[in-house]
Structures are given as C-alpha cells and as structure tokens.
C-alpha cells in the first residue's frame, strides 16, 4: 500500500513537471506572437518606408501613381458619361462595363499626365475641367522630377567607378591622368587627326565638368574615371598595361585658382604607373624643373616642362628674327591636314637614303621631309652580358645590382635626327617627321 501511495505520488510529480513545460512553451510561444511576431513587422515596415524616402525614384514613381489613381477616381465620378460614351466608341460597345469606363479614364488621365493628352476625350464640367488643369500642371513638377531622378539615377551608376572596361575596345589607348587648363586645348589637337581614338581621363574633377570640356571632340571617345591616378587598382582597371601612352599631368582638380598642383602627386604616379609595368610609355609635364631628377629616377620615357623653352625663344627674337613666329605658326595654326606630322615610312622605302625618301614625299605627297624619329632600344646589362662567362656569376652579379636599387635596364625612347645626310639610311625603326 504504501509502495503504490509512493508510486502514485510519483506519477503526479511526473505529470505536473510536463504541464509545466506545456504551460512555459505555450507562454513562450504567446510571447513571441504577440511581440516578436508585431516588432518583426514593424521593422520590415519601417524598413521599407525607409528605402522608399531614401530613393528619390521610388518616391516620384509611388507619388506619381497616387496621383494617377486620385485623378482616374474623381473624373470617374465627375465625368462618368463621357469616359463612358469614349469607352464605348473605342471597344464597339453599347455598354462598356464599369471597369471599361475606368481603365478609359485612367489611361485618359496618364496620357494628361505625361504629354498634354490626344484630345480625342474632353471634360464637359466644370469640375472635371478644374481636375484636368490640376494634372497638367502637377506633370511639369513631378513628371520633371521623375525624369530628374531616373537621370541622377544613371549618374550615380556611372560615379561608382566600379565599371569594367571593355578590354577589347581600350588597347592602345591614351590614359591621361591629372587635370588642368591645358587638358580641352591638347583634346582638340588629338581631335583634329580626323581618327577615333580612345582616351581615359584619370582625375578627381567633377563629372559635370569634364563633361563640358569633352563634349564637342567627335573623333574621341573618352572615359572619365574620377579617381586618384596614384591608386594601382584604379590604374590597372584603365588597363594600363595595354595603353600606348600615360601621359601624367600636373592636377589642380579641386584646387582654388590660387593653389598650385602637388607635383608629388605626379611622381608617385609615375612610380606606381613604372611599378606596374616598366614597358609602360610614360609622359610627365612638370612646373618646377626640380622634380625632373625624381621622374628620372623613376624611368620616365619623356618630361616636359614649359619653361625651359622661354628663353630660347627669347633669345631667337634677338638673334633670328622670324623663327619665332615659324614655331608659332606650327604650333598653333595646325589643323587636321596642316602642321607637323609623324607618319610611318613606307615599307618600300626602308633601307633607301635621306635623299631618295625626301624626293619620295615631295613628289608623291607634296610635302617636306624634316627628319626622323627614331625608337631607340633601351640599354640592358643583362642583354649586354649575354651568355658569357659563368650563369652563377651572371645571376650574382644580376642580384647583386637589383638589391642596391639599381634599374637592370633603360626602356626604349625617342630620339630625332633632323634633316641628316642625304647618304643617310633609314630602318624599320625610323619614322618620318613631315611638314604639309
């Protein structure tokens, strides 16, 4: 008796622990539909209403909508008669149904909405006229913002920067970085060639800007990737390894005209552009000559500077009057056609001598041979070593010279020679340098 009392009592032990977890997890799960389950829709509410105020074209698009199903409702009572009756007479109906009459109405009220109708259905009342010069007057304000924010939009799209260029269309290419004055005159020039070329600009100038600037060059096609031109990865998503020339320039993007452009800037581009690739053809324009020994260092094909011109010239008003205005008018009368060119030789004409080549393009092509450009190979110690001596005393030479820093070979440049012998013969590296 007493074990069954024990038994029983255990039993009821048992048996309440199991309703009470019955009672904790029905509580548990009241609890999380009668807070969680709100809270959760809530924030996914709030969410949403967030996204819509954030996104300008969402807001137009939901804007313009309430606005079109506002106006089809009132015209549908207003003007029911004669929503109905064109209805009619475009579905070939005696009586439309109510949903005919309705749809009529809210196309009539789109096409209000966005042009200023067809005019083959006009209001008879009053008031229905009134709601008719209401939507054409909300089409210039929110129509245009609409239109103004699928624009910004595709803008944005573009800024991002993370667009991937087609690698196909952009070899050969001209990368320009940095940004000034000189840019729009040195485009046009490029431009007047009369042959499409594709040009990257690398700058941090506003996009509208460089817009402007751009606009008219119909023989270029340019990218403009607002970016810092140092950044390795902004340069190698211009395909830098391909390009034929980078030319770097000094860049007052963003400056005051009072500020001068940070000619660091232009080394370390040169440095990272080098880093890349050393076959890569680089071009730095400078200001103060005292950064020359930097883009030296840093195996530069070609610096400009401007002011190491001045006195020349100068000097050549003194004592050669009339040279002056010759490199004037070379320099900046050119167009298309007229000027100095740089043209390839014929390859009938390799190996033949100054003289022929010169009779060649004045009889043939009326114009004046001044010389040749030539691509000079650059200098490389290890070519120079060749196979000579020991491989290990080679490459510990070779190891020895990298680990001081010191470049193992000198990339390949331009040199001109003007108006040479007339026993002088051209190669295949040779281009001509002509006056038309």
């Known amino acids: ?45 709030k969410i949403f209403l967030n996204k ?33 009756s064109s209805a009619s007479d475009h579905l070939g109906k005696d009586k439309p149904t109510y949903f005919d009459t309705f749809f009529n109405t809210f196309w009539w009220s789109v096409v209000t909405f966005t042009t200023v109708g067809y005019g083959d259905v006009s209001p008879v009342t009053h008031i229905g006229k009134i709601i008719s010069i209401i939507i054409m007057l909300l089409n210039f304000g929110i129509v245009t913002m609409l239109g103004g924010a699928v624009a910004s939009v595709l803008v944005t799209e573009k800024l991002k920067g993370d667009f991937v260029l087609d690698k196909n269309k952009f070899k ?45 060059f119909k023989n270029l096609d340019i990218i403009h990737l607002k970016a810092n031109p140092s950044n390795d990865t902004i340069l190698n998503k211009s395909n830098i390894k391909n390009c034929s020339v980078f ?11 009072n500020q001068k452009a940070d000619e660091n800037k232009t080394v370390l581009t040169a440095l990272t552009a080098k880093s890349i690739s050393e076959e890569i053809r680089v071009i730095a324009h400078i200001l103060n000559q005292d950064y020359e020994s930097h883009l030296q260092r840093a195996n530069v094909n070609e610096i400009v500077h401007i002011d190491s011109h001045i006195p020349h010239f100068l000097a ?65 110690i290890v070519d120079q070593m060749g196979d000579s001596g020991s491989e290990i005393i080679r490459k510990m030479i070779t190891e020895q010279i990298d680990n001081a820093g010191i470049k193992l070979s000198i990339d390949e440049n331009i040199v001109v020679k003007i108006n040479p012998e007339n026993t002088y013969r051209v190669n295949n590296k040779h281009k001509a340098i002509i006056l038309r």
Request: proline share 4%; aromatic share 8%; charged share 20%.
């Open 1 to 45: 008796m007493k074990d069954i009392n024990i038994k029983k009592i255990n039993d009821f032990i048992d048996r309440q622990v199991m309703l009470s977890n019955e009672l904790k997890l029905k509580n548990s799960y009241n609890t999380f539909n009668d807070d969680q389950v709100p809270k959760s829709k809530n924030n996914i509410l």
């Open 52 to 84: 819509i105020e954030s996104n300008d074209l969402i807001k137009y698009a939901i804007l313009s909508f309430i606005m079109l199903l506002f106006s089809t409702i009132l015209l549908s009572i207003v003007e029911w008669n004669t929503f109905s």
């Open 172 to 216: 050969n290419h001209i990368i320009i970085a940095g940004w000034n004055k000189y840019i729009e005159p040195m485009l046009k020039i490029i431009n007047n060639h009369n042959h499409l070329t594709n040009i990257i600009l690398i700058n941090e100038e506003k996009n509208d800007l460089v817009e402007q600037s751009t606009l008219l």
């Open 247 to 257: 030319m770097i320039i000094p860049d007052t993007s963003g400056l005051l005209p």
């Open 316 to 380: 050549k008003h003194i004592t050669d009057p009339g040279a002056p205005q010759l490199y004037n008018e070379l320099l900046h009368k050119e167009n298309g056609k007229n000027g100095i060119h740089v043209i390839e030789i014929p390859e009938e004409l390799i190996e033949l001598t100054h003289e022929q080549i010169t009779a060649y393009f004045k009889l043939k092509q009326n114009c004046i041979l001044l010389g040749y450009a030539i691509n000079k190979a650059g200098f490389s």
